[in-house]
């Protein structure tokens, strides 16, 4: 028991002590105790709590009378608070009366300082708002005047400095809205601009490529009048080239005279002169601006490419006429002008691999356009002219840093289509001369149309020189017109190599070649060609041998001509020569070979008309009358042949002696003659005699001898051996050297003696003396074996 009345005591002191929400434990306890322990603590706590009710009764027992003080003195101000409650309320009353006006006033001034405020606040707002308004007119205002590259600018001011400060205001997200709108209808803008401008530089671009293709020409011509100035030798050794250059040189300085005068009142015009390039810079700077360079650069290019393949595309009939050349070359000149420009004032929109990729594949469509359409042209100053403006087409590019050189190529192969054209115009020509040319000797009366003839053509002749007038040259009038028509094929095919951008040594080799050409095909053809006419007699004949023989003598001159124009000495190891001499021998030959065709034509003529009289009992005792008439007609043939070469003369009066033997052997030997009459051999040895005779009259001088008169042995024999009857002397030397009837051919004499012995049978002419007949019958058949045995023997041998 003494026990537990300590542990209750800590149990109340912890109760005492303790906050409330921590009471629980501590009660608990108690009810843990031993039993009976609750009614303890309960007794143990009423105990404790009369203990602190009696403490509490002696606090206030102490302190009474000091309440009681306070109490009093509390009454006594009672009624002085109610006095000074009157008096506050009568002060409040009469400061609120006097308080309703400052009241008023202050609220006003509280409304002023509200709209202050608010006045302040929308000034800074309008501030923030009015550069963003003033920017969007602006951009409204660069857009009505087309300043896209400015209205863009603007738009980026906009968007990155003007906007984000406002973007809180409904009318900044319409703007914010606007924006991309704007920026498509600017690229829409732009775009067709561009598409404008294409279509326009397409439409301009022959205009632009003449005007860049006439400054390069003019440029040339202006280098090639002070090339020519410095050279003031050039061509003086020619005989008519001399005019022709000075002519040549007023012209150029006429030329300058009017260039110079021009100069002052017309400015050179560009491709920026012609065509306004704003709609491209603008574009590339809007698509750059934008962000779509490249989208722009590609559609540009994609365009341009198009537009290429249709400027390389030529019209079906440009061979026709020069302008349609020249039109052609102004389009690609215009376009690749044009993109040069660009591609000097831009940056990046073309580069010069693209313009270099562009100008090879539009070289390569202008070679294969030029070899197929130059190939159509069959007149050579349709060609020249072509040649020319391919060479202004070169030079123009390369004044543009195109390469050419391909170019340059091509006029090769068309320089030698120049040539054929130029060989079949030669051709025309010569022929033309040919049939106007009379053939004969060239009359000259005077001195004056003596002059006019070697001013033409170089002739020199002492002898003739020394005969006084009138004087006839011994070429007809066609050798002049023939060398003056070779000088003038060696002009224009200098035309064509002149711009060339050759050496000296090279254009003179290509002048030499096309002349051999003109000589040894054309000329030649020609000649050939007119050899063969059958109008052209042996008169004609004579007078073109003739005259071959003076062309041929001019070559040099014409080596000589080629060598003045280009200034390259004829001693060069490198300089062709002329095969002008082969040219006229062949030629020459060519007539020699027509004059023996033709004068055993001649005489074949005559030959058919001989009418003999085979079976005739003796000869008229006078030559044949056909006879008479050929040796008549050789003989002033031969006088005609005096202007020949000695050779020429000799061997056709030889070969129309041995044709005409040949055709009297003929005669007798024909095989539709089946009997001769002694008569008929006497008369044909009569028309033999006349043969002989004009032989040895020596028709054409320079025979030794009786050289023309063996010609016509071979008859002689075999008459004087029928005619003497000299069998036993023909078989007894037959096959010796010495023979008298050498040239009689057994089977010759066979032949003949057949066809009397016949012709004995039919005409017994010896019927008086038929014993005398019988001995002859048997002679000529005797010597008949003979002579069969004779040819038998040489064919066996054979």
Not at 492 to 517: Q, V, W
Request: with cysteine; glycine share 4%.
């Amino acid at each position: 028991m003494a026990e537990s009345l300590p542990e209750h005591d800590r149990i109340l002191q912890e109760i005492e002590s303790t906050d409330t929400a921590c009471v629980g434990p501590t009660l608990r306890s108690v009810y843990d105790d031993q039993p009976n322990a609750h009614q303890k603590f309960m007794e143990k706590l009423d105990a404790c709590i009369r203990n602190h009710d009696r403490e509490i009764e002696k606090m206030c027992n102490f302190h009474h009378q000091g309440f009681v003080d306070a109490i009093t003195e509390l009454l006594k101000v009672r009624a002085d608070a109610e006095k000074l409650k009157v008096q506050v309320t009568d002060t409040n009353r009469r400061l609120q009366d006097a308080g309703k006006e400052v009241i008023a006033q202050t609220e006003e001034i509280i409304r002023c300082r509200v709209q202050q405020r608010n006045i302040t606040t929308v000034v800074e707002k309008l501030q923030l708002c009015l550069p963003v308004l003033e920017m969007y007119s602006k951009l409204k205002e660069q857009m009505s005047v087309k300043r896209y590259y400015s209205a863009l600018k603007t738009m980026e001011q906009l968007e990155n400095l003007y906007l984000p400060r406002v973007s809180q205001y409904r009318f900044c997200q319409i703007m914010i809205e606007n924006l991309p709108k704007l920026r498509e209808e600017i690229k829409e803008i732009s775009m067709s601009d561009l598409k404008d401008f294409l279509e326009s530089i397409r439409k301009h671009s022959d205009r632009i490529g003449e005007t860049a293709m006439k400054q390069a020409q003019q440029q040339k011509t202006f280098s090639t009048a002070l090339q020519k100035q410095n050279n003031v030798n050039y061509g003086r050794n020619m005989h008519l080239g001399r005019n022709r250059i000075l002519d040549s040189k007023n012209e150029i300085t006429l030329k300058r005279t009017f260039e110079d005068e021009d100069e002052h009142e017309e400015e050179v015009l560009t491709a920026q002169d012609l065509v306004d390039f704003s709609p491209v810079y603008r574009c590339l700077h809007i698509y750059s601006v934008l962000g779509d360079g490249e989208i722009f650069e590609n559609y540009y290019r994609k365009q341009r490419r198009k537009q290429a393949r249709l400027v390389l595309q030529p019209q079906s009939s440009m061979h026709e006429t020069v302008e349609g050349y020249r039109r052609y070359f102004s389009q690609i000149v215009g376009f690749f002008v044009v993109e040069d420009h660009i591609l000097h004032v831009t940056q990046g929109l073309v580069t010069r691999t693209y313009t270099d990729e562009l100008w090879n594949m539009a070289l390569s469509k202008i070679i294969a356009v030029l070899r197929t359409h130059s190939s159509y042209c069959s007149d050579p100053d349709l060609v020249l002219e072509l040649k020319n403006l391919i060479v202004v087409f070169a030079d123009t590019l390369q004044g543009y840093g195109f390469p050419v050189n391909r170019l340059f190529d091509l006029l090769f192969e068309i320089r030698d289509q120049y040539n054929e054209t130029l060989l079949k115009k030669w051709s025309g020509l010569f022929r033309d001369i040919f049939e106007a040319d009379n053939y004969s000797p060239i009359p000259v009366a005077n001195e004056e149309e003596y002059r006019i003839v070697i001013s033409k053509f170089p002739f020199q002749d002492p002898e003739l020189d020394k005969q006084s007038f009138p004087k006839k040259l011994p070429m007809s009038q066609s050798v002049p017109q023939i060398y003056m028509q070779v000088k003038e094929f060696i002009y224009a095919s200098l035309k064509f190599s002149e711009s060339l951008h050759r050496s000296s040594t090279e254009i003179d080799d290509m002048l030499r070649k096309s002349t051999n050409l003109l000589l040894t095909r054309t000329l030649s053809s020609c000649l050939q060609n007119l050899i063969k006419k059958p109008h052209i007699g042996l008169t004609e004949l004579v007078q073109i041998i003739i005259n071959t023989t003076h062309l041929e003598h001019a070559c040099k001159y014409l080596e000589d001509f080629i060598s003045n124009i280009t200034n390259i000495s004829q001693l060069t190891v490198h300089t062709a020569r002329l095969y002008g001499l082969s040219t006229f021998k062949d030629a020459r030959h060519a007539a020699e070979g027509e004059i023996y065709t033709k004068l055993n034509q001649k005489i074949d003529e005559f030959i058919q008309i001989a009418d003999y009289d085979w079976t005739m009992s003796e000869s008229d005792g006078r030559a044949s009358g056909y006879l008479m008439d050929l040796i008549n007609f050789l003989r002033s043939t031969f006088q005609v042949f005096t202007h020949l070469p000695g050779k020429v003369a000799q061997t056709a009066c030889m070969s129309a002696c041995q044709h005409l033997s040949m055709s009297l052997m003929q005669m007798l030997l024909d095989s539709e003659l089946k009997q001769i009459s002694m008569g008929a051999i006497q008369q044909f040895n009569l028309d033999v005699i006349q043969c002989e005779l004009f032989a040895s009259s020596e028709p054409v001088p320079g025979f030794q001898g009786d050289t023309l008169q063996l010609a016509f042995i071979d008859l002689r024999q075999l008459l004087d051996l029928f005619m003497v009857w000299d069998w036993s002397t023909y078989l007894a030397d037959y096959g010796q050297a010495t023979s008298k009837y050498l040239r009689v051919n057994p089977s010759t004499a066979l032949t003949l003696l057949e066809k009397m012995k016949d012709s004995s049978k039919k005409n017994n002419i010896f019927a008086q003396f038929r014993k005398n007949d019988r001995d002859k019958q048997k002679l000529i058949e005797t010597v008949v074996k003979q002579l069969r045995s004779l040819v038998n023997g040489m064919s066996q041998h054979t």
